[in-house]
């Protein structure tokens, strides 16, 4: 399994972006069941949960964001072409990341996507 993100740049303040996660080697069950999430590091801090999207069974899935982006970011998920989303809109200086997604499948393996830079200028 490969996580492959991309979608990541430079805007301005109030501007938007979409990142976009596309998992490579699963079959649909698989991925449709797996937990998926997007992540933030910025300089010289941690790893933080941006907004996860997890199975809930049955085709349906719940969502989650931090606080500080509820309102302006939405998780999607394209099960078929086994891509997650992150639409980001208003976005501020304090978004300014490397993004990350996340996949943990029903196995209970998780990986990680090789991150893309967004970058907020004020």
């Known amino acids: 399994v490969q996580l492959q993100a991309s979608g990541g740049g430079l805007v301005q303040a109030g501007g938007s972006l979409k990142l976009s996660c596309k998992a490579s080697?699963?079959?649909?069950?698989?991925?449709?069941?797996?937990?998926m999430g997007w992540y933030r590091q910025a300089p010289g801090k941690e790893r933080d949960m941006v907004a996860t999207i997890t199975f809930s069974g049955r085709n349906n899935y719940r969502i989650n964001y931090v606080d500080s982006v509820k309102g302006r970011f939405t998780i999607s998920r394209d099960n078929a072409k086994r891509t997650v989303y992150l639409q980001m809109n208003s976005l501020k200086p304090e978004d300014t990341a490397v993004y990350y997604c996340?996949?943990?499948?029903?196995?209970?393996?998780?990986?990680w996507g090789q991150g893309t830079q967004v970058t907020v200028s004020s």
């Open positions: 080697g699963m079959i649909l069950s698989d991925f449709s069941a797996s937990n």
């Open positions: 996340n996949m943990v499948r029903p196995s209970g393996s998780g990986y």
